[in-house]
């Protein structure tokens, strides 16, 4: 069992930054890839970043660039350092842990981000 925390979500102008933090407590060491996703009112839930154990590291082609997923396990805690925010990055951002088996699945309650003058 795993719990998963986001936090560092507000209101941001755009061209601001945010930084997300996701604090993971539990059976942590099942999971293999962090990752974190967004859900805008309407819109599917999307991929943003992930960051398997190891490094190489992926993006979504809208954050390339400016936003970068980090991964401290000593801490057990992932990042997401939003830069050059936009108002379509508005969204709910989830936090999400995967592991090899398909029950190895696990979401926090989400953090809110709003890019907005």
């Known amino acids: 069992q795993v719990q998963l925390v986001e936090s560092g979500g507000g209101l941001v102008q755009p061209g601001g930054s945010l930084r997300l933090s996701c604090a993971a407590s539990?059976?942590?060491?099942?999971?293999?890839?962090m990752g974190w996703y967004r859900q805008a009112p309407g819109k599917e839930r999307e991929l943003v970043a992930a960051?398997?154990?190891?490094?190489?590291?992926n993006y979504a082609d809208s954050v390339k660039g400016r936003f970068t997923i980090s991964r401290d396990n000593t801490k057990n805690t992932v990042y997401l350092q939003m830069n050059s925010l936009k108002p379509e990055d508005s969204a709910v951002y989830y936090c999400?842990?995967?592991?090899?088996?398909?029950?190895?699945?696990?979401w926090g309650r989400g953090t809110q981000v709003t890019v907005s003058s």
């Open positions: 960051i398997p154990r190891g490094g190489s590291t």
């Open positions: 999400n842990g995967k592991g090899i088996n398909v029950e190895s699945d696990y």
């Open positions: 539990g059976s942590i060491f099942s999971i293999l890839t």
